[in-house]
């Protein structure tokens, strides 16, 4: 009788196989306190050195859109209209989810490598734990953006509360590209250096600083091209919520749910493969 | 192996592990010459090549070789932890490992990664809380819980980790190195308390350098070299053929 048969007669099973989706599912909901917990550390940790403390979570913010505020709004302000310094301070502060979760979701697994050596737990968590800690801190800046914006003259009114199904997109959006990048890095490690790169690209190019319908007029089917781009139209939708900017497509919305469920999807379903792989190296 | 009646808890079926390690600067290769003796890149360390055994419950199974001989490979092989890159390895239930490589977030306090650390092991936050104050007595670092770990010498890490790990019941338990990181007093009480654990738990895995230790827990010895299974038997013949060997 050779060894597999011995084990299979005795009801062994093959220690880190990957679980069954189901299983591995109920898995990391049992973990979800471990996921929420993680996130609040970690942001609390963040700023423990710092003579500020958790004050800095609320002034960072601040200060960013202070300075595009005045390089744009201000210094170039004639030139560019007077909603464009609210354009700017919702484009920055939504795009910093995207790519903060792009970002750290990369280094989610590569960067605990002995949580993940040490403790068996469904490895799905790390990246989830990170797209957690990047929603808490963009719910404190969306306060930011939020009186900055009453403050130049935006008043909260019904269209505001779209805000709520239109995060809950753009999270689960970002959940997807952060579980992808988690596993990315664990094959390339050089990405973790190139994804900043890609993720600043991204920021020029997503319409979260210049009207892109506005830079590229004379190229029209590259305008027709960004009703495809999800962060674009998520910062397209939120503009005109909270601006009573133009409208925008409504379909926009069809488009952008489609795109969250694909990302959640291939995000999961990427991440969930290696499952067996990650801590190896 | 007498296989009759007795319970296989862990199959270890011919297990190879393979590491691709990024050799950082000259990595000296003594079969190449000249420029090419200094090369650079990936490195691949083939650190078990090809081990197997059967655990049977009730069984405590010391580990012996000489520093990387593959002994904490093979035991995080059988926890799942190093996927192996051929041959298997089946068990029972997911094994626990007690090691020395448990450090959680450096940065958060002792009381925080007491927190993690059983959250992740898969304990309910209210569990936890009870477990806390057991936890902090067992590692004697009251004084110290809410100090970054990173702050923590070398054997305060090592009893907190080990406090963390053993607070669960485990099936079978796996042991590297943990014995030896504490001070003596601190030796005494993990025995005990792994003697504790092994008594409700089917087999154990103790990793040592100490034949000592070994002798007085363990009534079956792998000895391993260079990732190869050298002997495997009863505790006194393995331990006097290794000591014999150096």
């Given amino acids: 009788m050779n060894l597999t048969e011995l084990a299979e007669q005795n009801g062994l099973h093959r220690v880190g196989a990957r679980p069954g989706l189901w299983s591995y599912l109920k898995q990391t909901w049992a973990r979800r306190d471990f996921i929420t917990t993680m996130a609040a550390y970690r942001m609390s940790v963040q700023n423990q050195q710092s003579r500020l403390g958790g004050v800095w979570l609320v002034l960072k913010p601040t200060l960013n859109a202070l300075i595009y505020g005045l390089i744009f709004g201000v210094l170039q302000g004639s030139s560019l209209g007077p909603g464009y310094a609210a354009f700017v301070v919702i484009g920055v502060f939504l795009f910093e989810f995207f790519s903060s979760c792009f970002v750290q979701g990369a280094k989610a697994i590569t960067g605990n490598r002995p949580l993940v050596q040490s403790l068996a737990f469904p490895r799905i968590s790390l990246p989830l734990a990170v797209v957690v800690e990047q929603f808490y801190s963009l719910m404190l800046s969306m306060v930011v953006m939020f009186a900055i914006l009453i403050m130049m003259g935006h008043f909260p009114n019904w269209k505001w509360l779209l805000m709520i199904p239109l995060v809950v997109l753009y999270t689960l959006f970002n959940t997807g590209v952060a579980m992808f990048t988690a596993r990315l890095t664990v094959h390339f490690r050089d990405l973790t250096q190139i994804l900043p790169f890609v993720s600043r690209l991204m920021f020029y190019t997503s319409g979260a600083l210049f009207d892109v319908t506005r830079i590229f007029a004379t190229y029209p089917w590259l305008v027709q091209l960004y009703d495809w781009h999800p962060v674009y139209q998520t910062l397209v939708i939120a503009r005109s919520l909270l601006m009573s900017d133009a409208a925008y497509n409504p379909l926009f919305w069809v488009y952008l749910s489609a795109w969250a469920v694909f990302a959640l999807v291939v995000g999961f379903a990427f991440f969930w493969v290696a499952e067996e792989r990650y801590g190896r190296e | ?246």
């Fill in chain 2, 1 to 246: 192996m007498d296989g009759s009646d007795r319970r296989p808890v862990v199959v270890v079926d011919d297990v190879h592990v393979e590491y691709k390690v990024y050799a950082s600067g000259k990595a000296v290769n003594p079969n190449a010459k000249g420029l090419r003796r200094a090369t650079r890149g990936i490195r691949s360390v083939h650190a078990l090549k090809g081990v197997s055994f059967v655990a049977y419950a009730n069984e405590s199974i010391g580990v012996i070789g000489s520093n990387g001989s593959g002994k904490s490979t093979l035991m995080r092989a059988l926890v799942g932890l190093t996927p192996p890159s051929a041959g298997a390895v089946y068990a029972t239930s997911r094994p626990n490992l007690l090691g020395v490589g448990a450090a959680l977030l450096p940065d958060l306090s002792g009381e925080r990664n007491i927190v993690l650390g059983g959250l992740a092991l898969g304990f309910q936050k209210s569990e936890i809380t009870a477990l806390r104050d057991q936890i902090v007595e067992f590692a004697e670092l009251a004084e110290f819980i809410d100090l970054p770990m990173r702050t923590y010498s070398s054997g305060m890490q090592a009893r907190l980790k080990f406090a963390i790990a053993a607070s669960q019941q485990h099936d079978i338990l796996i042991v590297d190195e943990a014995l030896a990181v504490g001070d003596k007093r601190f030796q005494a009480r993990s025995e005990g308390r792994i003697r504790q654990i092994r008594d409700n738990a089917g087999t154990v895995f103790l990793v040592s350098h100490s034949m000592a230790s070994i002798r007085d827990t363990c009534d079956r010895v792998l000895w391993l070299n260079k990732g190869e299974l050298v002997m495997d038997g009863p505790t006194e013949d393995v331990v006097a053929a290794y000591l014999a060997s150096r």
